[in-house]
Every structure is written in C-alpha cells, then in structure tokens.
C-alpha cells in the first residue's frame, strides 16, 4: 500500500492494541476499539479536554470533562451542546499505523453558519459563540452574522422583543470595537436573541387583503384606525397589504411611526425605540425578511401604556392638553405652508442651542412646549430639535445622583433612549405628524428633573496626572460604586486629548464584558450614535456635547458594574478553543 509522505505514523498496530489509545504528531488521538483503529482530534470540540483520557464504549467516545459523547468513527457527537470532533483518515501498512493529518471535514464558513443557526435553535451559548468566532475569523460580514439572528428572532417567538433590539444596536456599533469587541458585541446580541425565543414557536403571518388596488393614504387611515383600538390582527393584514402593494420602506416606517404616536410616550418609550431599531435592522437585512421584521412590531401594539392616562402627565400640572394644542397649532401652520411653499429646514446658532437646551432642563414645561412650537413654525429642522432634546435627556443622566434609587436609572435610560431614536427617526423622514414626538420627549425630560436634585457635578479636568491607557478604566469598573471616579477619569482623559476611538472601544468593553442586562446596550448604542452626529457639527458647543455623551455613557456602565460575567466568560473560552489553547491547563 502507497503512504503519501505527508501522513503521520502513529507506531505499530500492536503497540495500540497493548495501549488503547494515544497521541501522535498535531494532537491527534489514535484509538484502538473492536478490532480497528480510529483517529480523532484530541481536543473536545465541547471545552478542549483531551479525549485521550476519555472513555471507549460501545463505539461511544466520553470526554471526561463533561461528558460529551462522540461516534468514534465518524466524530459525530450526540449532544447538541458539543460539537462534532474532527475526523481522520487511518491506513495501516505492514503493521504499522497511517493517518492522514487532514481531517475528513473542514470547517468553513457555511458549516459555522448551521451551527450559529443550531445554537440559536437550541439557545446554546458556546454553541453560538464558538460559530460567531469562527464566523468572524472566516471573514463575514458582521452584519451577516447579525442578519442570521435578525431571521431566526423574528421567525420565532411572539414579535420584536428586547433580543432584537440588543443585535441590532450591536451591530450598529461593530465599526468601534476591535475584533473581541466585534465578537463580544454579536455574541451577546445573538445569545439574547435565542433567549427571547427560547420554547416559543414560528409566528404565522396573516394574509394580505385580496386586492392591493387601494391607495396608500386610505391604508394608512385603517392601520392607525386598528391601532387605535388596539386590533393587531387587522393591523397586519393592512401592513401586509401596503408591503405587497410595492410601498417603500421609509413610507411604510412613516405609517407605523405615526400610529405609535398617536399616543404619548408608549410603554416607556419603548415602542417608539423598538420601531427604530427595527427600521435600522432593515437597511442591512435581506430584502425577504422585511414582512417578518415589520410584522414583529405590531404585537406590541395591543396593550401598550398611553403615558397621556398616567397621573404624572396630568397632575398637578395637565401636560397633555398643551401639547396637543401646539401639535393643533402645528398642522394649521402646516397647512398654510404648504400652500405658500414653505420648508423646515432652519439650523439654531450655537447660542440659541444653547438657549433651548436649558429651557429643556428647566421647571417651567409649557414654556418649553411653547418654544418649541414657535421654533418648529419658524422653520427649524425637526431633526435638529429632537437631537438638542436627545442631548438635554443625556445631561440629565450626567446629572443624576448616586443618592437616588438605583432603579431611578432606567428613568433617565429611557427617555434618552426614546429621544434618541426620535432624532434618529427625523433625519429619515419629514411626516409632519412625527414632530409630536419631540414635544412627548420633552415632557419626559422634565419630568425626570427631580432625579437632578440635587444634581450630580459635571466632572471638571482636575490637576492629576493625565490618564494615558484606556484599560485603567476597565480597571476602575472592577470596582463597585465607581460612578463619579469613572465620570472624572474619562473628562480628565478628554481634556488631555484623549483618543475619543479608543474610549469608545473601551467604552464598548466595559459593556460587553458584563452580563449586561438591556438597558445598558440601549444606553452605549444611543450614545456612540449622538456622538457620532454631533461630530458634524463645529465648534465648542458640538464639542461639548459629545463630552456630555461619552459622560452619560460611563457613568451609566459604571452604576452597573461589575456582575459576575459569566456570558463573555463563554465568549472567551470559544475563542481560546478556536485559537488551539488549552483550557484544562493554567494560563
């Protein structure tokens, strides 16, 4: 028999049959089990065990470690938590023992993707973080993989959901983090996402009406119409049909958007944030996933808080007829515009910013309304208040005291998240109906105002020496009650020019390395996107702005670490696995 010179001897047969199993030359384990011989990797798939030191049984191959279960011939394995073991082909020549060191299967791309899409199935988690790490070191895209979650998250389960909204803010955020952080960032999205579907079965889709022959406008009447009182169903099958009719996505985003605002500030601001994400998930899904994805939004619409029938927002001072008297004052304004020709796209000087950025913070709310209003009818660019609007929620959490409740966070969380994605949304769109909620963010910021009293002091550049390395902050995060050191370091960082990129990342690390829950993902992601839009502005107010972002951010991440981090523990021990280390020995 002709033994190509690149095979590896294993020895004799008889030496195996007197030893049972052993390693040769690339870690490859050789095996001797009912009269043949067999060759396998030596490391379990599962978390790298030698598989030398296993067990041989019946043709069952049992890593001792956890006991992962193996077809000796082909490598296969039985449990869904381990992956199959790569497989080598055996010869034997005048006694003695062949193999070939390229195994039977290579993993690719295509292989990494079916496990991904098990691992989602199964909600494996180093199932899908050993796929992610190989997928990212196959070169994909990471807003492939990302689209991989995308479908399975809205095939599965009863619509958008939190899992949803964490991929699609990760993956947003990818072009910041390094290669960890890029993996960190779509393993955490992805094994939210299996979580969030876990044990739930397909969402069917309704039907579409029998004819799409009606205009846009009338379906867009049925499909707030249905909103209003609440029927999903028909919600659906209007928004099915506007989708076969060939609508756009940024009409279709305008038609639902407006039905979640016909409402204040549903369910938190949730609803509105939601919807972003989704409409942000679209730009890099697959062009058939577009029905799934809209479709998912529209359970949430069934019983969503109406913050206008909150006491707050009535009592002791009445927040919503106001409002609904400039919205009034805004279509009658629109009305004649049109007719004149008119436009909206006005910018603020850095003084006038400044001027309404206070007023947002102020005790005075129907003022504020009020200058709003005026501002919108002088033709201000909407998409420019809702980001001053964005940047007075996000001074409101570089404000807030560590004496406050620690739930009280996820107050201020949400409204700058909701005025985020209002900013965010506005920059695509010029439906008049959409500047309402500009006015819902605002009422929300005021009525955060007393998690500011007192208020928390905005971190100055002290006299200490300049922080050089990023990585002292995670250092300082592996502390509790960091808050207000963490806020200092990062405006003492700045202030000695800093690379914002590098803070940035390690912002993104200081979250992923947690076992973050969602609100943390909503508060990096809204932050690092005001950054970035506050970057194309000029001068010191621009300037100070994203200060007040990365602020926000750090001491938002600070409050709520460190946790025990045993998700991107699992992240860390696939990549070591995929990198040839062994995990069953000291680092």
């Known amino acids: 028999m002709s033994i190509r010179t690149d095979w590896i001897s294993a020895g004799s047969l008889e030496a195996l049959k007197q030893e049972g199993a052993k390693v040769i030359r690339g870690g490859i384990a050789?095996?001797?089990?009912?009269?043949?011989?067999?060759?396998?990797?030596?490391?379990?798939?599962?978390?790298?065990?030698?598989?030398?030191?296993?067990?041989?049984?019946?043709?069952?191959?049992?890593?001792?470690?956890?006991?992962?279960?193996?077809?000796?011939?082909?490598?296969?394995?039985?449990?869904?938590?381990?992956?199959?073991?790569?497989?080598?082909?055996?010869?034997?020549?005048?006694?003695?023992?062949?193999?070939?060191?390229?195994?039977?299967?290579?993993?690719?791309?295509?292989?990494?993707?079916?496990?991904?899409?098990?691992?989602?199935?199964?909600?494996?988690?180093?199932?899908?973080?050993?796929?992610?790490?190989?997928?990212?070191?196959?070169?994909?895209?990471e807003q492939d993989i990302a689209r991989i979650g995308i479908e399975f998250g809205t095939t599965y389960g009863t619509g958008w959901n939190s899992g949803l909204t964490i991929l699609t803010a990760m993956a947003q955020c990818v072009d910041k983090l390094d290669k960890n952080g890029k993996i960190l960032a779509l393993y955490q999205g992805l094994v939210h996402v299996a979580r969030g579907s876990s044990g739930r079965g397909a969402r069917h889709l309704l039907s579409a009406l029998p004819s799409a022959d009606v205009p846009f406008e009338r379906l867009t009447e049925w499909y707030r119409s249905c909103i209003e009182v609440r029927d999903t169903q028909g919600a659906e099958k209007v928004l099915l049909t506007s989708i076969l009719k060939g609508v756009d996505t940024n009409r279709l985003s305008e038609m639902m958007l407006v039905a979640a605002t016909d409402h204040f500030y549903l369910d938190g601001g949730h609803v509105f944030d939601f919807h972003s994400k989704a409409f942000e998930a679209l730009e890099w899904a697959d062009e058939s996933q577009k029905e799934r994805i809209l479709t998912s939004l529209v359970p949430m619409m069934a019983h969503p808080t109406r913050s206008e029938e909150l006491h707050p927002w009535q009592a002791p001072l009445n927040l919503v007829e106001p409002i609904k008297q400039a919205v009034s004052e805004l279509e009658r304004h629109a009305a004649q515009t049109n007719r004149a020709g008119g436009s909206a796209d006005a910018q603020l000087s850095a003084d006038k910013?400044?001027?309404?950025?206070?007023?947002?913070?102020?005790?005075?709310?129907?003022?504020?309304?009020?200058?709003?209003?005026?501002?919108?009818?002088?033709?201000?660019?909407?998409?420019?208040?809702?980001?001053?609007?964005?940047?007075?929620?996000?001074?409101?959490?570089?404000?807030?005291?560590?004496?406050?409740?620690?739930?009280?966070?996820i107050?201020?969380?949400?409204?700058?998240?909701?005025?985020?994605?209002?900013?965010?949304?506005?920059?695509?769109?010029?439906?008049?109906?959409?500047?309402?909620?500009?006015?819902?963010?605002?009422?929300?910021?005021?009525?955060?105002?007393?998690?500011?009293v007192p208020a928390a002091a905005r971190p100055?550049?002290?006299?200490?020496?300049?922080?050089?390395?990023?990585?002292?902050?995670?250092?300082?995060?592996?502390?509790?009650?960091?808050?207000?050191?963490?806020?200092?370091?990062?405006?003492?960082?700045?202030?000695?020019?800093?690379?914002?990129?590098?803070?940035?990342?390690?912002?993104?690390?200081?979250?992923?390395?947690?076992?973050?829950?969602?609100?943390?993902?909503?508060?990096?992601?809204?932050?690092?996107?005001?950054?970035?839009?506050?970057?194309?502005?000029?001068?010191?107010?621009?300037?100070?702005?994203?200060?007040?972002?990365?602020?926000?951010?750090?001491?938002?991440?600070?409050?709520?670490?460190?946790?025990?981090?045993?998700?991107?523990?699992?992240?860390?021990?696939?990549?070591?696995?995929?990198?040839?280390?062994?995990?069953f020995e000291e680092e």
């Not at 296969?76 to 062949?98: F, K, M, N, Q």
């Open 30 to 141: 050789v095996f001797y089990h009912e009269d043949r011989v067999y060759a396998l990797d030596n490391r379990c798939p599962h978390l790298g065990f030698p598989l030398h030191m296993g067990s041989l049984c019946g043709g069952i191959l049992t890593c001792h470690w956890h006991h992962a279960r193996f077809d000796v011939c082909s490598g296969g394995t039985l449990d869904p938590w381990a992956d199959d073991v790569p497989s080598y082909e055996v010869r034997i020549d005048g006694g003695e023992i062949w193999v070939n060191p390229v195994s039977r299967s290579t993993a690719n791309a295509e292989k990494y993707k079916q496990r991904l899409k098990e691992g989602l199935e199964q909600n494996i988690g180093i199932v899908i973080a050993k796929a992610v790490v190989g997928l990212i070191e196959a070169g994909v895209a």
């Open 353 to 409: 910013q400044e001027q309404l950025l206070q007023q947002l913070l102020s005790d005075s709310p129907e003022r504020t309304i009020a200058l709003l209003r005026d501002l919108l009818i002088a033709g201000t660019a909407p998409a420019q208040l809702a980001q001053l609007v964005a940047l007075a929620a996000a001074e409101r959490i570089v404000r807030f005291h560590t004496q406050n409740d620690f739930s009280d966070w």
């Open 411 to 452: 107050a201020v969380l949400h409204t700058f998240t909701y005025a985020h994605a209002v900013h965010v949304r506005l920059l695509h769109s010029n439906e008049p109906l959409l500047k309402r909620a500009i006015f819902h963010g605002a009422v929300s910021i005021y009525l955060d105002r007393f998690l500011n």
């Open 460 to 583: 100055k550049p002290s006299a200490s020496a300049a922080p050089a390395n990023p990585k002292q902050l995670l250092d300082m995060l592996d502390l509790r009650q960091q808050v207000g050191p963490a806020a200092q370091w990062v405006a003492d960082y700045l202030h000695c020019g800093g690379e914002p990129g590098a803070l940035l990342n390690t912002l993104g690390h200081a979250l992923l390395r947690e076992d973050a829950e969602f609100h943390s993902f909503q508060m990096y992601e809204a932050a690092v996107a005001e950054y970035n839009l506050w970057q194309v502005a000029a001068g010191d107010f621009a300037k100070r702005a994203q200060e007040t972002m990365l602020l926000a951010c750090t001491r938002y991440l600070a409050a709520h670490a460190p946790t025990a981090r045993e998700l991107p523990h699992t992240a860390k021990i696939a990549w070591r696995l995929h990198k040839g280390e062994r995990l």
